[in-house]
């Protein structure tokens, strides 16, 4: 099964500085391409732990005996890592980037490219769909939702124009919204417009900024002391949370400071951003907006 090329490979891995024997974890195992390098870099005693919750990504596990895939949500971290006896890591990295597989699987719902039912869900299992978002949250929801997800100035048109077409029928698929939605968008961005409207709704459908939260407040627990975090993001409200937390260890406000005033944080910054060179977003067009950023256990 073709998921997407994996996004800023070498320097990701890389970012993990990989002891030869250690344990790791891909928490956004997909298509293997992440899990598969680190596997590389590891000796016959080295362990790798990989999460994916989407059902799909089981057709492409690795039969190698260092490596375990777990079929869940990464905000299931540690207690996994507890259950499979693992305590501490010394490397995990995450690439919180949409598959390219999830994408062109129409029936998925992700992309305004194709007819399908609003789905969205990365967890198939998971009861909330983007149409029960579309067609039953208030309007003040969806100007929240289309306003802080998408970051999106026009969620109160949106917000309005969905509530008033699903007064006169139910919007049931990709198609459905598109449609109602190109009576309002500007020609010229709509195709930008839509994508931000997709994004707002996959996030909310996901609760993808909370479970990115409680995973990067458990790396903390589960990373030893100098272990490696390796962050892949793709969009500003992702990149905010990870770049806040490294520096400060918190979300929002100011890093905590002892008795004497020295700021604590569980991490330190290892380098400078990242970003894919020209050649890699010619190559591959969906690594253009990726950002990684490493840090390093305290």
Known sequence: MKYHTPV???ESVAGLNIIENGTYVDVTFGGGGHSKEILKKLGPKGRLIAFDQDLDSIDNIIEDDRFLLINKNFMYLKEN???NNIDKVDGILADFGIS???????????SIRYEA?????????????????????SYDQLCNIFFDYGELRMSRIISAKIIEARLVSE?????DLNNLLSTILPKKRSIKLLAQIYQALRIEVNSELNVIKSFLIQSQD??????????????????????????????????KKDFYGNVEVP?????????????????????????????EKN
Do not use: C, W
């Open 8 to 10: 800023l490979l070498n």
């Open 81 to 83: 890592l507890i259950s």
């Open 100 to 110: 390219s597989h999830q994408i062109d699987v129409p029936e998925r719902g992700f």
């Open 117 to 137: 039912d609003l789905d969205m869900r990365m967890d198939q299992n998971s009861e909330l769909k983007a149409f029960d978002i579309v067609n039953s949250y």
């Open 171 to 175: 919007i049931k698929t990709t198609l």
């Open 222 to 255: 589960v990373l030893k002391t100098n272990g490696r975090l390796s962050v892949i993001s793709y969009h500003s409200l992702e990149d905010r949370l990870v770049k806040r937390f490294i520096r400060s260890g918190l979300f929002e406000g100011d890093a």
């Open 267 to 295: 991490f330190n910054k290892v380098g400078k951003l990242i970003t894919p060179s020209v050649a890699e977003v010619k190559e591959n067009n969906r690594a253009r907006s990726a950002k990684l950023r490493i840090a």
